[in-house]
């Protein structure tokens, strides 16, 4: 099956979904007990942050002073999509067993009918693909997620033609979701499980053979082009990937056409997330490339420099931002390119590596799949 084989067309937020806020402003006490999931703004564990035990829930009050609510304020029913409003913005998540939420999680119910697991998974992947509309200066907060949009594939007759609500129920143009397909869709993806030849035996890290380099001692660094993405336009197979500060995917947002009067970057670069909250994620681009705001891309000094010593560098990066610099705090704009510095195993010469870091690489399990 084919995404383009169905026309696409917007719906209000509020035409096709029952909204209901989160509820916690502090997150209650608990044992480490209990099976209820809590949800909080986060971006991975398909935003489950803790459990807890129905006495829990129903002791601890919304700010954690008096007054407490009913425990039927505090519980949400499952087969609902949580999308995240605050902090990890645009994360959604589909979840099929009663819960428990912080107020920066909303859940989305359908109106007229429920989410299974293949409908709730499909309406989150698109979700999540329109995320770049958000970020911690505009949060997506319960008020503007009222009036936002989502584009869904719609009803058509046999002819293609869009099937027609004559009551306008769910958009004001009468067009009318096709959740049949979109369950379709999503049960026939499928993959094999990923295989790897490389046996799980690493090299030996000799420590004392390391040595501090200054990353401007390995790289020529630059600020990114700082674009907008919502100015943009999508672009087809063809396009340019747009790198923005995420965590996954390789940092790659979207895909946009080429513009007249923007040079991309060249592939073989590593981009970095300068700030906000994946700061030093940083990743090796192959492809051309744009980038959104506070990026820095790195253009390799030394031709030795492999792809796989570029992605031990990307990791030393992330692990030394993580340590040293702090997200909306101390940040890395005015650090990478002064006295950023990681630690490299080093030849005889004092010169790094770059074979020992290449062979490292490869010698990890699943290497040969990158």
């Not at 007759?157 to 027609?164: K, L, W």
């Amino acid at each position: 099956m084919s995404l383009d084989a169905r026309r696409w067309e917007k719906f209000c937020f509020s035409d096709i979904f029952i909204i209901k806020n989160g509820f916690y402003n502090k997150k209650p006490e608990n044992c480490g007990k209990g099976t209820i999931p809590f949800l909080g703004a986060v971006d991975d564990n398909n935003g489950v942050t803790e459990y807890y035990t129905t006495e829990e829930i129903e002791s601890a009050s919304k700010t954690g002073d008096l007054p407490n609510a009913p425990l039927d304020k505090k519980l949400f029913p499952p087969k609902a999509v949580c999308v995240t409003n605050n902090g990890s913005v645009g994360y959604a998540y589909y979840q099929n067993k009663t819960f428990t939420c912080s107020h920066d999680v909303n859940a989305l119910y359908l109106k007229d009918n429920e989410f299974n697991e293949y409908t709730g998974l499909f309406v989150a992947t698109v979700i999540m693909h329109d995320r770049y509309r958000w970020d911690y200066g505009r949060k997506w907060r319960p008020k503007r997620m009222v009036f936002s949009e989502i584009k869904l594939p719609i009803m058509q007759d046999e002819n293609g033609n869009a099937i027609i609500d004559k009551d306008h129920k769910y958009s004001p143009a009468g067009f009318l979701p096709d959740w049949e397909y979109m369950e379709k869709y999503i049960r026939q993806l499928h993959s094999k499980r990923i295989s790897t030849a490389i046996k799980s035996q690493c090299r030996d890290m000799k420590l004392a053979d390391w040595k501090q380099f200054k990353l401007t001692d390995l790289f020529d660094i630059c600020r990114g082009n700082g674009l907008s993405r919502i100015a943009l336009d999508d672009g087809s197979d063809n396009g340019i990937n747009f790198i923005s500060r995420q965590s996954y995917n390789n940092g790659v947002n979207s895909v946009i056409e080429q513009l007249e009067n923007v040079k991309p970057f060249d592939g073989g670069c590593i981009t970095v997330a300068l700030g906000g909250e994946y700061l030093g994620s940083s990743f090796v681009q192959l492809k051309p490339f744009y980038t959104g705001a506070h990026m820095a891309v790195l253009t390799p000094k030394d031709a030795e420099m492999t792809l796989y010593s570029k992605l031990f560098i990307c990791t030393l990066i992330r692990f030394e931002s993580k340590i040293k610099y702090c997200a909306f705090g101390r940040e890395l704009d005015t650090h990478i390119d002064r006295e950023f510095s990681i630690k490299l195993p080093v030849r005889i010469d004092g010169n790094p590596d770059w074979d020992w870091m290449d062979a490292y690489m490869k010698s990890l399990p699943y290497s040969d799949r990158l």
